[in-house]
């Protein structure tokens, strides 16, 4: 026995027909809407924390830091730097502030704290006895100059230190600048 009374079970038909087909007037189900909501806020948080300024790094910073790590990484990976490495580490804050403290505490009793020279030469104008290239610099102070009384650094502070105070010294020099040879270091001195 058949009521005419709609069960209450039963979703409802949609009122219009389309090439005969009629539709139910169903409800989503909830994990569909869960994922949906889901998925708005998702976008409104990612939009929030990409596009909002201040809460990350602006595009140059976040290049900068990564040449940084870079540079880092291939330095203490034992690969020799290149110039344009030494040139990059030299204008990073982080890897000069660590030189100056190692400078500070094997350096300075014979170049000065200010770099400008006391038993050894001056390091902060462009004649150089033994080359003024980044990797030049690198060199004398990994290798040091034992004819002159430099020792050599490299064994005592490992190739991380020995490459930040190559990249303090270069802090105060830029890369279009001349380097001059000394004389004392150019030409021997004449025999009398």
Request: aromatic letters at 10%.
């Amino acid at each position: 026995m058949k009521s005419d009374q709609p069960d209450l079970h039963e979703d409802p038909i949609r009122e219009h027909v389309f090439d005969g087909i009629q539709e139910y007037d169903k409800r989503l189900p909830n994990w569909w809407l869960w994922t949906l909501h889901g998925a708005i806020v998702f976008s409104a948080l990612y939009w929030f924390y990409y596009e909002y300024p201040g809460t990350l790094y602006p595009d140059g910073a976040r290049v900068e830091a990564e040449m940084a790590r870079i540079a880092l990484a291939a330095q203490n990976s034992g690969a020799a730097l290149s110039d344009e490495q030494l040139w990059t580490m030299s204008r990073d804050l982080s890897i000069v502030s660590a030189g100056k403290a190692t400078y500070l505490s094997t350096c300075a009793s014979c170049h000065n704290d200010d770099l400008s020279g006391k038993i050894g030469p001056n390091l902060k104008d462009n004649q150089w006895r033994h080359g003024g290239l980044p990797h030049e610099v690198l060199r004398s102070v990994t290798d040091g100059v034992t004819a002159k009384g430099m020792p050599s650094w490299g064994p005592v502070l490992g190739r991380a230190k020995t490459a930040e105070v190559a990249a303090y010294l270069l802090s105060y020099h830029s890369p279009d600048a001349p380097i001059l040879k000394e004389e004392s270091a150019a030409a021997p001195a004449p025999a009398p």
